[in-house]
């Protein structure tokens, strides 16, 4: 079962019954997906910035934006406008298909994995993931990987409080560690 089906038909019956919402337009679900690269030192390398643009496109199914600096930081050598990351917002069906695809395949390939602390999930029900390399993904061939880089993934939810957003995510299937209280 797709996972906006799984949505409609399992999890929607099941957030409403734990809160005890009557109407199933107040249950939490997901708004959006931003998938996020910051460039770091190689923000002068053009070469370096065209082949993480790539990489995002080919990840999402979708064009990728250059994020620009809104103002100067002298420490980091950052002027106002220099292009400092490359980011995708994803919603609708291509949001519900990289959470299946995260959740199912990126999240067992990747190395050293032992689940995400409920720490990630912030006071207003949002998940943020930060992912070292790209290459956990199945559009991603090794042999054609130019450059590595690691991303963000943030997973944006209309909950209104921690709690929701935690049974949300726990719901869809992500593995969050077993925390020792």
Do not use: W
């Not at 337009?25 to 997906?33: A, D, F, S």
């Amino acid at each position: 079962m797709r996972l906006k089906d799984k949505y409609k038909k399992e999890i929607t019956p099941a957030l409403q019954k734990e809160f005890g919402y009557k109407n199933s337009q107040l249950v939490p679900r997901l708004e959006k997906v931003v998938l996020n690269v910051g460039f770091g030192h190689h923000s002068k390398e053009k070469e370096f910035m065209e082949s993480v643009a790539r990489g995002l496109t080919t990840l999402s199914g979708q064009k990728a934006v250059f994020t620009k600096a809104k103002k100067s930081i002298s420490a980091f050598k950052i002027r106002e406008g220099m292009t400092i990351g490359a980011k995708v917002t994803l919603r609708g069906d291509r949001m519900y298909d990289f959470v299946e695809k995260l959740v199912n395949i990126v999240f067992p390939r990747v190395r050293d994995f032992r689940g995400i602390s409920e720490k990630a999930v912030d006071k207003t029900g949002n998940l943020t993931v930060g992912l070292r390399e790209f290459v956990s993904f199945p559009e991603i061939h090794l042999e054609d990987v130019d450059n590595m880089f690691g991303l963000e993934v943030c997973l944006v939810t209309n909950a209104k409080n921690r709690a929701e957003g935690l049974e949300l995510f726990r719901q869809i299937g992500f593995p969050f560690k077993k925390e020792n209280k």
